[in-house]
């Protein structure tokens, strides 16, 4: 496999204005005819270039120009390249291929799910399906012709409008589509199947109607009201936030059961994996109905943010990625809580992109290079990507933001474009210089910032003396420093104090100018805040307001005052979170000396007073309450002793439910409620709070704690509550667990998506003799290795999110990672490729671990046949 270089780029030799599809269906194999107008790039100066086709897996049948078949002679085929020499400047190509969809485990281009043809193309499943430019800088008007048989697909969809149906006489039908929006054809999308679906309307802010319809096989009708509701909250949001609307009078979502990502933007058709887009209470999960709205508004929100103004290459990808990320967790911070919502995607950067940041595919958000592009769909371009827009938002503030949105929106509509085009239209609607900013683009790692104080009581001044670092990564030895915004405020024993700032740069002052984002532009620089009359506990990265590791050296009182009392959610729970590591540090230093944990007073006075006080919202106290996560703290030590930090964190866990049993009972039952259950943020915040008590007291390993479990599992009818229960009874010695289990199993058997709950419980039990329970489970009748969502509850759980299993000191989890790889390799190398990252991540851990991971990756790396996917991931680890 070879690599592909963002300073290669070149545009293309040949434009398609328009494409006409005809499908044919079939249940053997499908024929696809093409009649592509193509015409020479007047923008390219390749002067009677070859036209250069891509295509994968296809039967060609037959090509013609202009009504003139080609002989074998005028073509000829390399690789995944169809080239005829010889073209005029404008033409019509007709091309006919044979597919076959049923054979196609990939899931890339067009394939059979639960007996429904659907397809993926992004980014480059296209090819999959005919010979074309595949390439998101080619865009063109398509019209879909889809014929099939009636009785098993009465629904046949494509992009766009649909201009013509028609019976035909041999138990067949057909219908015309036709797209016109110009479109790259990573987002061409076609569903044929028997379908159902739930219908609503939407009027848009000019007063136009649109259809909105979530295609559904029949069983799950009853499951598509949230993200129906979510969708138009998201079009309404769309409109006020960024003034956009929607564009034509159709909006489509279909759900697939076997889907390799969350879900696809298909212009006016998305494609949603089912797990992303079905919930009911009694089925889905509290975060499983965040999830579908979060994903809901992510899809639609791209109808601007990708399709309407979209990548000029694949190096681009966070131009669509990190800024509708963005969107939707602006979004959903709007719907629910803005804090949470924070919290969580701190959590996810700070533990999977800093962890890739780290390692050996680390990359800037706009990567120079790739194998395989499909590997580049990661944290760091969606997440770091977001944050990297967030950013942006902050140096400028939300009013000339919106006007940079607006001028990005205005002056690339139907474009194809990079991602310096929206830095420069930021720049030029803000009149902010964002030069030095523009390294986020360019420079992988995490940067550390390391902040000191200093306080000078005769000239009453506070000074904050902040410099930054970034390590190396691969290709990148040394970095230039970062424009960094440092969100800070000072708090003084009243509250906050005001900011007066001497000389330097600072802007975006809260209203009452207790709050400032500092530009942290050089290496090490100071700034001095004056009129500070007492010593004040800095409270510093306010709101996460950069995605960098952020070192201050606090005193424990300094941390306990931050979590008492920081108007910033985020501070106050990063403070929680230090006060928990602090703990966790002495916790290892106790086991090692064979002594007893025994967790500060002051840090237990602090956890008693949030269980206690019913006055904080839930959510918060519940994430307060939670320490560090075994991912976390992967990300702090150096190297990462699994075993020991998991035991030590586990002792710490029981000496905390152990000193505060009666607080945790009593917020527990104060948590319980009658109350019909609805997935806001009120009722989320108190359930997840109360399961966080649970999950606390299980581990006192006590029959009055099995009975709360036992009750809870028995008489919810929710399913968040229902699997926490589950979840404390699996990792608990009851003797119920086992009943629990399989009469969770007998209620649910018909519902897929909670079977893969089911499946996931067990793949993350932290007791000993998981990797046997999930090989076992690889045998059970409901498991299938070509679902992707299935092989992500099994063994993606078990060796992503079980630490302790996973690192088992026999070798036994990496063998089995390996095993599984090898074998997706063949059948979906997207899926196989994702599988392999905790391999990856093999020299943070103690030399003996070292050596079992990397032996299981040098075994995969011998193995014949491997795909670039794979490749890519295995060889660069090694490196
Ligand atoms: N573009 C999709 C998404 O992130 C992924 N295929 O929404
Ligand atoms: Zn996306």
């Not at 190398?829 to 030399?847: D, N």
């Amino acid at each position: 496999p070879s690599t592909i270089y963002l300073s290669d780029y070149q545009v293309p030799a040949y434009l398609i204005d328009t494409t006409e599809l005809a499908f044919e269906l079939g249940e053997d194999s499908s024929l696809v005819t093409s009649l592509l107008h193509i015409r020479r790039n007047p923008a390219a100066n390749q002067l009677g270039a070859a036209l250069v086709l891509h295509g994968t897996e296809l039967e060609l049948l037959s090509l013609a120009i202009d009504g003139r078949v080609l002989t074998a002679s005028e073509w000829s085929q390399s690789g995944e390249q169809l080239v005829i020499a010889d073209v005029p400047e404008a033409f019509v190509l007709r091309c006919e291929t044979r597919i076959r969809p049923q054979e196609n485990t990939s899931l890339e281009g067009l394939y059979k799910s639960s007996g429904m043809f659907c397809t993926q193309c992004e980014a480059e499943g296209f090819r999959k399906i005919t010979y074309y430019l595949d390439r998101p800088d080619v865009m063109s008007v398509f019209t879909v012709e889809i014929t099939a048989d009636a009785q098993r697909y009465p629904v046949l969809l494509s992009n766009g409008n649909l201009v013509a149906t028609e019976t035909l006489t041999d138990g067949r039908h057909k219908t015309v589509w036709q797209d016109p929006f110009p479109k790259p054809a990573y987002l061409f999308a076609l569903v044929a199947g028997k379908l159902s679906c739930v219908s609503d309307s939407f009027r848009t802010m000019n007063g136009r109607d649109v259809d909105l319809k979530i295609y559904v096989e029949d069983k799950d009708l009853d499951k598509c009201d949230h993200a129906m509701a979510s969708l138009k909250n998201a079009m309404r949001w769309d409109e006020e936030v960024y003034g956009r609307e929607y564009d034509l009078d159709i909006f489509n979502i279909v759900a697939v059961d076997d889907f390799n990502m969350g879900a696809m933007e298909n212009k006016s058709l998305n494609i949603f994996n089912t797990s992303c887009v079905l919930a009911k209470p009694e089925t889905t999960t509290d975060a499983g109905f965040q999830r579908v709205e979060g994903v809901v508004a992510h899809e639609y929100f791209h109808n601007w943010s990708g399709n309407r103004v979209t990548c000029r290459d694949w190096f681009q990808l966070s131009l669509k990625e990190g800024f509708t990320v963005f969107r939707d967790s602006e979004f959903s911070a709007d719907m629910g809580s803005p804090t949470v919502k924070r919290v969580e995607d701190v959590t996810l950067l700070r533990t999977a992109q800093f962890a890739e940041d780290a390692g050996p595919m680390a990359h800037p958000i706009r990567p120079d290079s790739f194998i395989e592009i499909s590997n580049f769909y990661t944290v760091t371009v969606y997440e770091k990507g977001a944050e990297v827009v967030r950013m942006i938002h902050t140096l400028l503030g939300p009013d000339a933001f919106r006007k940079g949105s607006d001028l990005y929106f205005e002056r690339h509509d139907g474009q194809a474009v990079t991602c310096e085009d929206f830095v420069l239209a930021m720049e030029a609607a803000s009149g902010v210089d964002l030069s030095q900013f523009r390294n986020w683009y360019s420079q992988a790692g995490t940067p550390k910032l390391s902040v000191s104080g200093d306080y000078d009581a005769e000239q009453q001044s506070y000074t904050l003396n902040v410099s930054q670092s970034c390590p190396a990564t691969p290709g990148q030895s040394s970095k230039a420093p970062f424009h960094i915004p440092l969100k800070v405020a000072l708090l003084g024993e009243a509250g906050q104090l005001p900011l007066q700032l001497l000389g330097e740069s600072a802007n975006v002052e809260s209203a009452d100018n207790t709050e400032m984002v500092l530009n942290v532009t050089e290496q090490t620089q100071s700034f001095t805040f004056t009129g500070i009359n007492e010593l004040p506990v800095p409270s510093l990265l306010r709101g996460f307001s950069a995605p960098v590791k952020l070192d201050f050296d606090y005193s424990r009182e300094q941390l306990l005052r931050l979590m008492r009392g920081d108007s910033d959610g985020f501070c106050r729970w990063d403070a929680s979170q230090q006060l928990g590591l602090a703990e966790i540090k002495r916790a290892l230093a106790d086991v090692a000396a064979g002594q007893n944990v025994a967790p500060d007073a002051a840090y237990l006075a602090a956890c008693r007073d949030l269980l206690s006080d019913g006055s904080l919202d839930g959510a918060m106290v519940a994430m307060m309450l939670q320490l560090p996560s075994e991912a976390y703290l992967a990300e702090i030590f150096h190297p990462v002793d699994v075993l020991a930090i998991h035991h030590a964190r586990e002792a710490l866990r029981l000496a905390i439910a152990t000193a505060l049993q009666l607080e945790l009972l009593d917020c527990y039952n104060r948590c319980c409620s009658d109350a019909p259950y609805a997935a806001d943020a009120e009722q989320i915040a108190q359930r997840s709070l109360k399961n966080t008590a649970l999950a606390y007291l299980m581990l006192l390993d006590n029959e009055s704690a099995r009975e709360l479990a036992t009750a809870q599992f028995e008489n919810s009818e929710n399913m968040t509550d229902r699997l926490a229960a589950l979840n404390a009874l699996v990792n608990s010695a009851a003797p119920y667990k086992a009943k629990a289990l399989q009469s969770f199993y007998q209620n649910w058997q018909h519902e897929p998506l909670v079977i893969n709950q089911w499946f996931q419980v067990q793949a993350m039990c932290r007791l000993p003799g998981s990797l046997e329970t999930v090989q076992g489970l690889m045998n059970h009748p409901a498991f299938d290795i070509r679902n992707p969502n299935k092989v992500r509850a099994l063994i993606g759980a078990f060796c992503g999110q079980n630490g302790v299993n996973f690192h088992r000191e026999d070798g036994a989890g990496y063998r089995f990672l390996g095993d599984q790889v090898i074998i997706l390799n063949r059948s979906n190398p997207q899926i196989a490729s994702r599988l392999l990252v905790p391999l990856t991540k093999w020299r943070k851990y103690l030399p003996a671990a070292q050596q079992l991971m990397c032996a299981e990756l040098q075994r995969i790396l011998a193995e014949p046949d491997l795909s670039s996917d794979v490749y890519e991931v295995v060889s660069k680890s090694l490196q």
